[in-house]
């Protein structure tokens, strides 16, 4: 009987360890809390600043500020560049492009470290009216003839929306209440995620439609790419022993991709040339020149994609580069 006990209490304990073993790997590989409250959408973008801030130490140096963003820091007490850790954007394909949104609509998850009291207040000071929705306070605010929608989903989580309608707000209120669940989010991200590298930096899922699919597509050094609007993308910035840039484009077609490939191919001879002869181009310098000649781009059937490794200090350059900040939220969702 002793026996059969302790063989019944080990059995026990072997199994919760499996059981959370198997919790923490599905939270590992699941998409990040802060894309899985995303509504639906047509593109999806999402970064990861906590090791990028580790990396370039772009927190450290100094950035002109708006006087508008910086009165927003001196009400709240809220650095984006110090406190922010993680930011998702849902992208909206708007059917008037000339309507107050302009053709892509947002919205967006703020993860980071905020004194919610002090942004509550700033928030209500703002909007022109509050709404209450499943325990969650909406403030809508005017701002350029569109409402920007504001709600404190947590104590480090700020939900924004700038679309037409409540219901990419009231959608991101209603996915926190289920955020423990790792698989859940929008229909895009449970299609496609699988396919973004593991520990990603940043990441990008979405149609080229939007919002690139217009004025004949998108053009690189003069040459248009033939990418067609229903073409999918899946870019990424990942770290594997050095910066990883990886872009593949899912086409509707193997001539559709080998068109792409074709163009792509030409751009890259074009812009191996000219970092080769760019002399004393600053653009060319040798850390530019090592990212155009790491680039690489293969077809596999109607999957195209492109790689290349991203030296340390073009990064460090690229999100260090000075920008003028606008106040949050009207700066902030309209990105």
Known sequence: ???????????????????????????????????????????????????????????????????????????????????????????????????????????????????????????????????????????????????????????DIVAVSNTPSTEQIHSMIDRYRTAALPFSGSSLLSKHFSQVPLLSLAWGIGQIALPLGKAGGPRVMGIRLPLPVDATLIASLSWIGHIRLRIEEIAPSEAAAADTSESMQTILILAKSLAVSGGSNPSFDADMRAFINSISVERHGSLVVLTSTVPAALLERVVDTPQQMTAFPKGAATH
């Not at 990861?48 to 990396?55: S, V």
């Open 1 to 155: 009987m002793i026996h059969r006990r302790k063989r019944f209490s080990i059995a026990i304990v072997v199994l919760v360890f499996l059981l959370l073993a198997g919790a923490i790997y599905l939270r590992k590989v699941a998409p990040p809390e802060a894309a899985r409250l995303l509504p639906e959408s047509d593109g999806i973008i999402y970064l990861n600043l906590r090791p990028l801030r580790a990396a370039t130490h772009f927190d450290q140096h100094p950035v002109e500020h708006s006087p508008e963003y910086q009165q927003f820091i001196d009400a709240t007490g809220i650095d984006f560049e110090r406190d922010l850790d993680q930011a998702a954007f849902a992208l909206h394909r708007m059917p008037d492009p000339h309507g107050p949104n302009g053709p892509v609509a947002f919205s967006e998850v703020f993860v980071g470290h905020f004194d919610g009291r002090r942004l509550a207040r700033y928030l209500a000071a703002q909007a022109a009216s509050q709404e209450s929705y499943a325990g969650h306070t909406v403030y809508n605010i005017s701002t350029q003839g569109r409402t920007d929608r504001v709600a404190l989903l947590g104590y």
